[in-house]
Nanobody, 121 residues
Framework: QVQLRESGGGLVQPGGSLRLSCAAS????????ANWYRQAPGKERELVAS???????????NYRDSVKGRFTISRDNVLKMVYLEMNNLKPEDTAVYYC???????????WGQGTQVTVSS
């Protein structure tokens, strides 16, 4: 059974930090690009950060401009985990954060249920 399960969300003050984790199971995680998306109330879901699959030969990462220098995505293919380290959080980072895994060869596209991140004083 394919599953992505996020954890680590919560309430944090502006300037604070959180680390999101996503546990994958039921598929060959290393073959998939891993992504973090977020969706704020009344807004469309947006891509926050991505990290390439193992078969690309190198680990490439990409970030949306608004989180560059503050967020870091990483993965552990042995543990089948993907992480999002978020520092210097701002109120505009408040959203439900979703873990996603995508295989460019099969177009398999798996999603987690999401975890709420709220940045507020």
């Amino acid at each position: 059974q394919v599953q992505l399960r996020e954890s680590g969300g919560g309430l944090v003050q502006p300037g604070g930090s959180l680390r999101l984790s996503c546990a994958a199971s039921g598929f060959t995680f290393a073959n998939y690009a891993a992504n973090w998306y977020r969706q704020a109330p009344g807004k469309e879901r947006e891509l926050v950060a991505s990290i390439s699959a193992e078969d690309t030969g190198k680990t490439g990462t990409n970030y949306r401009d608004s989180v560059k220098g503050r967020f870091t995505i990483s993965r552990d293919n042995v543990l089948k985990m993907v992480y999002l380290e978020m520092n210097n959080l701002k109120p505009e980072d408040t959203a439900v954060y979703y873990c996603n895994a995508f295989d460019r060869y099969t177009s398999n596209d798996w999603w987690g249920q999401g975890t709420q991140v709220t940045v507020s004083s």
